[in-house]
């Protein structure tokens, strides 16, 4: 049963209000919305016409993006706090489409006092298309808006 994610302390609506992954006021932007499901942390989008590289293919810096935005969700949710991307290695198994829905799966592989290891695994049409390793490190506070 998938639950929806827990707010993180802190959080500044107005800081990420133009979030290319996630943010509503990024018109260009992937608009995702994390959900729990079991311990993956699940981030399902339908990428547009804008999101294409080459004919209907998402632009591989796009799924990067994509990754990186569900990796985060699963590293924030593990420990309730925020951390900032350190690290992140993308595999590129197959085309990704943005004419269909995608989904990504991520699990924390790893955690100690300073840093955070997941694994996030894209799908498409139920085939493992892009997988990636992030390391994210921890922040004592949420970053400084402007800074």
């Known amino acids: 049963m998938a639950r929806p994610m827990v707010p993180l302390p802190g959080f500044v609506e107005e800081a990420l209000a133009h979030c290319y992954g ?6 260009q932007g992937l608009h995702l919305q994390p959900k729990q499901e079991g311990d993956l942390t699940v981030v399902e989008g339908q990428p547009s016409k804008v999101h294409a590289g080459w004919d209907t293919v998402i632009h591989g810096g796009v799924l990067a993006a994509f990754l990186d935005e569900a990796a985060a969700f699963t590293a ?8 900032m991307t350190r690290n992140l290695n ?4 197959r085309r990704v489409h943005w004419t269909k829905p995608v989904r990504a799966e991520g699990r924390v592989k790893h955690r100690d006092e300073e840093r955070i290891v997941v694994e996030v695994q894209v799908l498409q049409d139920g085939k493992l298309c892009t997988e990636c390793l992030a390391e994210f490190r921890i922040l004592a506070a949420p970053p400084q808006a402007g800074g």
Do not use: E, I, K
């Open 22 to 27: 996630c943010g509503p006021a990024n018109p």
């Open 76 to 83: 924030f949710q593990s420990f309730l706090g925020f951390a």
């Open 90 to 93: 993308v595999t590129y198994l």
